[in-house]
T-cell receptor
């Protein structure tokens, strides 16, 4: 069964610090790697995504780094803010499908 | 813009009861999905639909049924509620299944079965 392993399960960061969330996958045939952000009581919402032919993608304070050989990708949140406190899910879309495989989530808390 | 609307937001069921979780979207999206979210387990796909009249099983379909009679609506049916179905259920939609087509989620239905 295809899996996406996400770590850490929870993360506490000081305001202004860097938050780093890591994901690893076990199957090479993935076409797309989105990250979703979920606030309490709300559904997940797309934050940023990357294709496997790109090693890094940056949107504002959010950066995805992708290491194809290691089968790993990570989300970096620069200058973390209390408003970034949420649960973050990585996901992977297997080749030839549109069905997401989600990681288990990381609960981020940014202290003011 | 309403987006994806789920009702009810909360529900408590007794074991063996049945209920339908409602999901409607006003974005004219072709693809719709049902997920369940359990603590520490991420989101698991229950059923999905690529258009009206077309549905298929996801990763965890047992104990659930779906229908898709219109583009807008994608209800999820629990026939015989079991404690293992206690979860938060999310409905999502996307324009198509394309890689750069994000899934838009509703705010979820929190279901407890006692």
């Amino acid at each position: 069964q295809q899996q996406v392993k996400q770590s850490p399960q929870s993360l506490i960061v000081q305001k202004g610090g860097i938050s780093i969330i890591n994901c690893a996958y076990e199957n090479t045939a993935f076409d797309y790697f989105p990250w979703y952000q979920q606030f309490p009581g709300k559904g997940p919402a797309l934050l940023i995504a990357i294709r496997p032919d790109v090693s890094e993608k940056k949107e504002g304070r959010f950066t995805i780094s992708f290491n194809k050989s290691a089968k790993q990708f990570s989300l970096h949140i620069m200058d973390s803010q209390p408003g970034d406190s949420a649960t973050y899910f990585c996901a992977a879309i297997p080749s030839g499908t549109y069905k997401y495989i989600f990681g288990t989530g990381t609960r981020l808390k940014v202290l003011a | 813009n309403a987006g994806v609307t789920q009702t009810p937001k909360f529900r408590i069921l007794k074991i063996g009861q049945s209920m339908t979780l409602q999901c409607t979207q006003d974005m004219n999206h072709n693809y719709m999905y049902w997920y369940r979210q359990d603590p520490g387990m991420g989101l698991k796909l229950i059923y999905y639909s690529v258009g009206a009249g077309i549905t298929d099983k996801g990763e965890v379909p047992n104990g659930y049924n779906v229908s898709r009679s219109t583009t807008e609506d994608f209800p999820l049916r629990l026939e015989l509620a079991a404690p293992s179905q206690t979860s938060v259920y999310f409905c999502a939609s996307s324009v198509t299944g394309g890689l750069n087509q994000p899934q838009h989620f509703g705010d979820g239905t929190r279901l407890s079965i006692l």
